[in-house]
């Protein structure tokens, strides 16, 4: 007889344990073992956070274990089980291990292959290619695209988080519930009080003080007390929740009437403004993509509104950006229809008009800058994955740390958030159709080479502003990223004919281009290793630092309303010296409309018990030492941006941190 000493370790999640019966099957180069049932004692069977060990006898050695079947019978009821791996003891000492990683329902089988990561040309026996073509056919089966709303990226076929396949719902621990998150927020934030209000609009500026009673926020009490101040205003396109809108002006648009007299007294080096467009100091932001979208009508009883402005702004001599125009409306040919709003005029005029660009601001974040550009399109990359490379395959094994709770996020948000009569519809005014209509016209702008962080930000122009922050942090993270990425395809592709052959990489750039991002100009094909290392860059730059950087800054950012209000209840003002307090008071979001606002932002902006960040790896997916070395080298890079990063933090009165390494967490996964 020969032993085979097998050891089952069990996770340490929350109900990772089971008492059910499990069953398991080795099969060798040679032979395979008969079907064995794992069991020990009642009380200690699969118990959580353990590893247990089980002896398998046979009466031939099995030779190299390539296979490991487990399959799951109820003992009392319907149970599952979260196994982690399975390390096989072969009686000559050699040892192998087969990651796991999942969760195994009660009457499921699992059949999981040696640790060793291997390309699809790399299986020779016909053993293992079967294996290979089953998984993915049955992943395939579960892991179904659909349209969830016409001209949106594709998204998993699934209408509640329950019909999810389990391997991608949240677990118990994670379980994401917006309701129960905002009425947590409303509680921590003392908003109480505001719900029997919901209608009632604000009296004063100063009234929204009310609601930071129990905020402790270093950035959102400096926001409070200084967001009137223009350089506020303008430090904000570069370093604030949104700061992609910002790009370089080198000619006006044609709907916009600003003009050379109208704001000489801005321009502080003695040019005109023609001059300056030349010397690359002007800048602008523009929300055309706001421009013909129906604003929120969800509720009968509350009217809001919707612009579509131009905000120019201004590189002065003291390098801060400054805003020195704003046009509210966009009638063509530019004329006196348009009214330009300045600096120099009086104080409520000017207010408004950057409450108006603030609050286009908020929507465009909300719905394309975060919904669409990182959620959504992480998903169509998690979904992608799922059906296309089997659990053996590299690329599979470094990208599934960054998918992490992404379907599940995004489900749950279709769910309570964006949905019809969902939270978004409460507070925001492109809610209601305008959620459909502002992403379909975004999809249009959608493109891969915007998605590659180093050409987003040639593409703006924005390459020399001083003190843009989130581009130096971005560039930093993003070469990172990229020399991790690179080490591990060098590991597994010798050359670009390699890249070419792998009939599952081409399967998946194929999948994402066709089923999730058409008309987005992705690569339907990969043909260099610099190809795949720049495309799997973009997948897990996106789904880690580019979420962060628009996400965990929201409270910070926005928990002020009055500087950047969610939705607009008086129409945008069409000339000068018609509004005071009392009509920008009315325009501002109403106490209940402002609860729903700040609740969900809180919400939005915590991150998770038991986040894991950039670099951080806790399941061993990969058993090379090489790529275990490439991993090491990633997170000691990792740290020295860190470093960096808080160094310049030091000096800085709003530090910048949303690109810090150590606050990046993995995956999209709030």
């Given at each position: 007889m020969f032993t085979y000493t097998v050891s089952v370790s069990t996770g340490k999640q929350e109900f990772a344990g089971t008492i059910d019966h499990v069953y398991l099957t080795l099969t060798g180069t040679e032979r395979c073992s008969d079907r064995t049932l794992l069991?020990?004692?009642?009380?200690?069977?699969?118990?959580?956070?353990?590893?247990?060990?089980?002896?398998?006898?046979?009466?031939e050695t099995l030779g190299d274990i390539v296979l490991v079947k487990l399959e799951k019978k109820n003992f009392v009821f319907n149970d599952q089980w979260y196994c982690r791996c399975i390390s096989v003891a072969s009686p000559s000492g050699d040892r192998f291990d087969f990651p796991c990683y999942r969760w195994i329902a009660s009457e499921n089988e699992v059949v999981l292959r040696h640790g060793t990561a291997r390309l699809p040309q790399d299986?020779?026996?016909?053993?293992?290619?079967?294996?290979?073509?089953?998984?993915?056919?049955?992943?395939?089966?579960?892991?179904?695209?659909?349209?969830?709303?016409?001209?949106?990226?594709?998204?998993?076929?699934?209408?509640?988080?329950?019909?999810?396949?389990?391997?991608?719902?949240?677990?118990?621990?994670?379980?994401?519930?917006?309701?129960?998150?905002?009425?947590?927020?409303?509680?921590?934030?003392?908003?109480?009080?505001?719900?029997?209000?919901?209608?009632?609009?604000?009296?004063?500026?100063?009234?929204?003080?009310?609601?930071?009673?129990?905020?402790?926020?270093?950035?959102?009490?400096?926001?409070?007390?200084?967001?009137?101040?223009?350089?506020?205003?303008?430090?904000?396109?570069?370093?604030?929740?949104?700061?992609?809108?910002?790009?370089k002006c080198m000619n006006l648009p044609d709907e916009f009437a600003v003009t050379q007299e109208m704001v000489k007294g801005s321009l502080d080096r003695g040019l005109t403004l023609q001059e300056e467009l030349k010397?690359?100091?002007?800048?602008?932001?523009?929300?055309?993509?706001?421009?013909?979208?129906?604003?929120?009508?969800?509720?009968?009883?509350?009217?809001?509104?919707?612009?579509?402005?131009?905000?120019?702004?201004?590189?002065?001599?003291?390098?801060?950006?400054?805003?020195?125009?704003?046009?509210?409306?966009?009638?063509?040919?530019?004329?006196?229809?348009?009214?330009?709003?300045?600096?120099?005029?009086?104080?409520?005029?000017?207010m408004l008009a950057k409450m108006w660009v603030k609050s286009s601001d908020f929507n465009v974040h909300q719905l394309v800058t975060h919904l669409l550009r990182t959620h959504l399109t992480s998903e169509v990359f998690a979904i992608a994955m799922y059906?296309?490379?089997?659990?053996?395959?590299?690329?599979?094994?470094?990208?599934?740390?960054?998918?992490?709770?992404?379907?599940a996020i995004n489900t749950a948000a279709r769910e309570k958030l964006i949905n019809k009569d969902?939270?978004?519809?409460?507070?925001?005014?492109?809610?209601?159709?305008?959620i459909v209509e502002v992403i379909q016209k975004a999809m249009k702008t959608l493109t891969y080479k915007s998605l590659c962080f180093p050409e987003a930000i040639t593409s703006r122009g924005v390459e020399d502003l001083p003190n843009y922050y989130y581009r130096d942090d971005g560039m930093m993270v993003w070469e990172v990223?990229?020399?991790?990425v690179s080490d591990v395809v060098k590991i597994f592709y010798s050359s670009d004919e390699t890249v070419q052959k792998d009939k599952e990489i081409q399967a998946f750039v194929k999948d994402v281009c066709f089923s999730g991002m058409k008309n987005c100009e992705f690569p339907d094909s990969l043909k260099t290793r610099e190809q795949l290392v720049e495309f799997l860059t973009v997948v897990i730059f996106t789904a880690s630092a580019q979420h962060a950087a628009v996400n965990f800054g929201q409270y910070d950012w926005f928990s002020w309303i009055p500087n950047s209000p969610s939705t607009m209840r008086k129409p945008p003002p069409a000339q000068k010296?018609?509004?005071?307090?009392?009509?920008?008071?009315?325009?501002?979001?109403?106490?209940?409309?402002?609860?729903?606002?700040?609740?969900?932002?809180?919400?939005?902006?915590?991150?998770?018990?038991?986040?894991?960040?950039?670099?951080e790896y806790p399941d061993m997916y990969f058993t090379e030492q090489p790529v275990m070395g490439a991993a090491k080298t990633f997170r000691k890079e990792l740290a020295e941006v860190t470093k960096i990063i808080k160094s310049r933090n030091e000096n800085l009165r709003v530090p910048y941190w949303y690109l810090s390494p150590d606050r990046i967490p993995n995956s999209v996964a709030i």
């Open positions: 069991d020990n004692s009642f009380f200690q069977r699969f118990a959580r956070g353990t590893v247990m060990p089980i002896d398998v006898s046979v009466k299986d020779k026996t016909s053993l293992l290619k079967e294996h290979r073509r089953t998984e993915l056919e049955s992943r395939q089966q579960l892991f179904r695209w659909k349209e969830w709303q016409p001209g949106f990226p594709m998204s998993i076929d699934a209408n509640s988080s329950n019909e999810l396949p389990i391997d991608v719902q949240f677990e118990a621990e994670k379980a994401v519930d917006f309701n129960e998150s905002l009425l947590k927020a409303i509680k921590n934030l003392g908003l109480n009080k505001l719900q029997s209000l919901f209608q009632s609009s604000w009296k004063d500026i100063a009234d929204f003080q009310e609601v930071f009673i129990k905020i402790k926020n270093p950035v959102s009490e400096y926001v409070m007390k200084n967001w009137e101040k223009d350089f506020m205003f303008g430090y904000q396109f570069l370093n604030g929740c949104n700061p992609v809108m910002i790009s010397a690359g100091n002007i800048y602008i932001a523009d929300y055309a993509i706001l421009e013909g979208v129906r604003a929120n009508a969800t509720d009968p009883n509350t009217q809001q509104y919707l612009a579509a402005p131009f905000c120019l702004l201004y590189k002065n001599s003291q390098n801060e950006i400054l805003p020195i125009a704003i046009q509210l409306s966009r009638q063509t040919p530019a004329g006196g229809t348009n009214t330009v709003f300045l600096p120099s005029d009086n104080h409520h005029d000017w059906r296309q490379l089997a659990a053996v395959h590299p690329v599979y094994k470094l990208l599934i740390p960054h998918v992490r709770f992404t379907i969902g939270i978004v519809d409460k507070f925001v005014s492109a809610g209601g159709t305008g990223v990229k020399s991790f010296g018609q509004v005071d307090m009392k009509y920008i008071m009315e325009s501002l979001p109403d106490r209940g409309r402002s609860s729903w606002h700040l609740g969900i932002i809180w919400a939005l902006s915590q991150f998770q018990d038991n986040e894991l960040f950039l670099g």
